[in-house]
Structures are given as C-alpha cells and as structure tokens.
C-alpha cells in the first residue's frame, strides 16, 4: 500500500520558518518527480515546488526565494524548507509523487498568523 505522510505544519509568526517532510511507503520515491502543492480556503490547489527525479527544482514566482524543495532518496522523503512566511502562505500543503500515477499526502495545514 502506497502512502505519503506529510509533517512539520503548524502555527507560526509571520517572517518564521517551517520544514514540512513527506515520507513514503510501499514506493521508491527516488524514480518520482516530487511536488508541494497548496490549497487554501476558497482557493484552487496550486504548485508550490517540484522536484524531478533527476533533481531540477522549480518554484512558483510567489514563494521563489523563500521556499527550497529537497528529497533524500536514501531516507525516501522529500523535504519542503520554508522561510520568511507571509500570512498568505496559510493553507494546507500536499506532498505529490507523480511517475505513471499519481499519489497524495493527506496534507499538513501551515497557518501564518501573529
């Protein structure tokens, strides 16, 4: 059985840091590309970060510079560095491992708040 489980989500201060993770079972992340969406309230999901099984990141322009995706392929995990959070980056944040199909997390909720 396949799951991803995603962790590290909170309550922060605005201009504070999170490391979200997603840890796999039942595949070998490493022949996946990687992604961090975002959903927030009466919002669409988007795509935060990406990670190719080769290694080429991507970012969407509003969290380039702040946001680091990474994998550890030894620890089957992909990692989601958050820095300077605004307000608007609450939402809840969904790991995704695409090859022929797909699989979801069932999401960390990240709440940017003073």
């Known amino acids: 059985q396949v799951q991803l489980v995603e962790s590290g989500g909170g309550l922060v201060q605005p201009g504070g840091s999170l490391r979200l993770s997603c840890a796999a079972s039942g595949i070998t992340l490493s022949i996946y590309n990687m992604g961090w969406y975002r959903q927030a309230p009466g919002k669409q999901r988007e795509l935060v970060a990406s990670?190719?099984?080769?290694?080429?990141?991507n970012y969407a322009d509003s969290v380039k510079g702040r946001f680091t995706i990474s994998r550890d392929n030894t620890k089957n995990t992909a990692y989601l560095q958050m820095s300077s959070l605004k307000p608007e980056d609450t939402a809840i944040y969904y790991c995704n491992a695409k090859s022929l199909i797909n699989h979801w997390g069932q999401g960390t909720q990240v709440t940017v708040s003073s």
């Open positions: 990670i190719s099984s080769g290694g080429s990141t």
